[in-house]
């Protein structure tokens, strides 16, 4: 018996020996990833997911539970929009508390008596933003004024800015309506998800009334820098505005055309020949 080992088996292809990585088939999901914050091939240790993976989840949710009960910082968010040039007024829901406003939605649609009295008037025949808290506190501390202060860029002047607590998408057209507004536009966190915590929806209503329901507002949603980013959003909303004011109309009769090419000019003329 020989003390020698035998040659190790070779690659024909490269000559040499095979290794493990060769014989691992490649994860064709893996290069999806760079594409989407959704949880795609997330590998598995046995019979489970990697701990890595746990532990971001973990971390995802954490932060989204967070969104949801975290206060918003109105003394903050006050200065940072009075330092813009934008002079706000506060206001808050019937809802007395966090617990009461996630248990009773219906009290985070209407004002507490003490805020629809220092509402009256201000806007009158203008445009009334609202910026409330929502469902994500963060969203409005992080994007509302930048959202702001690019929509002025844009050419659009709020008549009267009002931030509000523990509220719900409703509650901007009560104010709207006791500020006299021909229009409100609420800037609110939106619901968080495992991706996207900080996501602020806006919300627009010509004529606003108590009375209005969903199907009479326009939206715009997930406003964040990982998803559609203020400059668009911006240029979205304000497109929306101008159309609401010279149409008298928002929600279902006012679909968003703001992305479809207009011809113009000779293009414009060429057609109606045609």
């Known amino acids: 018996m020989s003390g020698t080992l035998p040659d190790p088996p070779v690659d ?5 020996p095979p290794t493990h990585a060769s ?13 989407t914050p959704a949880r795609i ?25 967070d969104a949801v009960h975290l206060p918003l910082d109105v003394e903050a968010l006050l200065a940072a929009l009075r330092a813009h040039g934008f002079e706000a007024t506060t ?21 507490a008596p003490a805020a629809a009295d220092a509402l009256q008037g201000g806007a009158e025949g203008g445009l009334c933003i609202v910026v409330a808290d929502g469902l994500s506190a ?30 719900r998408v409703a509650l901007g057209d009560a104010i709207g309506e006791r500020t006299g507004a021909a ?4 800037l609110i966190g939106e619901r968080p998800g495992l991706s996207s915590p900080d996501s602020l929806g806006a919300y627009l209503t010509w004529q606003p009334a108590a009375s209005r329901v969903d199907s009479e507002r326009n939206c715009v949603s997930n406003i964040r820098p990982e998803g559609l980013a203020i400059a668009d959003a911006a240029a979205r909303i304000a497109w929306l505005l101008r159309e609401a004011r ?13 992305e479809v090419p207009r011809l113009g000019g000779d293009g414009d003329r060429a057609l109606a020949a045609t």
Do not use: C, N
Not at 12 to 16: H, K, L, N, R, S
Not at 26 to 35: I, K, M, S
Not at 183 to 186: N, P, T
Not at 246 to 258: E, H, N, P
């Open 12 to 16: 024909p292809a490269t000559g040499e």
């Open 23 to 35: 014989s691992t088939p490649a994860d064709p999901w893996a290069a999806l990833r760079r594409h």
């Open 41 to 65: 091939s997330l590998g598995r240790a046995g019979t489970s997911l990697p701990t890595s993976e746990v532990l971001r989840f973990a971390a995802a949710h954490a932060a989204a539970r």
């Open 91 to 111: 206001a808050t829901s019937r809802a007395s508390s966090r617990t009461e406003y996630l248990t009773r939605p219906d009290l985070g649609r209407r004002l």
């Open 138 to 167: 963060i969203a409005a501390q992080r994007h509302a004024l930048p959202l702001l202060a690019t929509l002025r860029e844009a050419g659009v002047v709020a008549d009267r800015v009002v931030v509000a607590t523990q509220a």
């Open 183 to 186: 229009l409100v536009l609420v």
């Open 246 to 258: 010279r149409r008298r109309v928002s929600g279902i009769g006012l679909k968003d055309d703001s």
